[in-house]
């Protein structure tokens, strides 16, 4: 009995070790044969300008991408890349109290991102997405956003990361 447990445990050793996926701690899940990615700059076509914006989202999704990865960034175009724009910056009331004024505002961004996988084209998607945060309506937008803005984005780009590199 010991015998077969032992030769059925080889078999299936044996056989699982011809499938190769490259895992990691954060839950990607990226081919052995991906060795680059890159992130172009993410340019601000929001309606209401945030003069940072394009730069703050740019830089944290270039971060999150070589601290989560093994993957090599580079300036041209990389085995993994992302490309797109900011399409939504805005603030607008969201808690109305019963004399009609907010007690808390929200601040809203959106952005598309176009995913191009080089190596296995079936993964590429050009989609949009949203994430926000609220704030109390005593301060003003430029008060809050330099604390907001870091917030909305680490959920977008833990998003755009999610929807790229992991196969849930």
């Known amino acids: 009995m010991n015998k077969i447990y032992y030769i059925f445990l080889f078999l299936l050793l044996t056989s699982v070790s011809g499938c190769r996926i490259g895992y990691s701690f954060s839950g990607a899940s990226i081919s052995p044969e991906m060795k680059t990615i890159s992130v172009q700059f993410f340019p601000n076509q929001a309606p209401l300008f945030q003069p940072t914006l394009s730069n703050v989202f740019t ?3 270039k971060d999150k991408m ?3 990865t093994s993957l090599e960034l580079v300036n041209t175009i990389g085995d993994l890349n992302f490309e797109g724009e900011i399409t939504n910056y805005s603030t607008n009331p969201v808690a109305i109290q019963g004399n009609e004024t907010a007690s808390l505002n929200r601040l809203t961004i ?6 191009t996988n080089a190596k296995d084209p079936k993964l590429n998607f050009d989609r949009s997405f949203s994430q ?13 956003e330099n604390e907001l803005i870091p917030l909305v984005v680490d959920k977008l780009v833990e998003d755009v990361f999610n929807a790229a590199l992991t196969n849930w």
């Open 110 to 115: 959106s952005v598309r991102v176009k995913f």
């Open 132 to 144: 926000y945060t609220d704030y109390e309506s005593t301060r003003s937008l430029g008060s809050a």
């Open 66 to 68: 070589t601290s989560q």
């Open 59 to 61: 830089e944290s999704l």
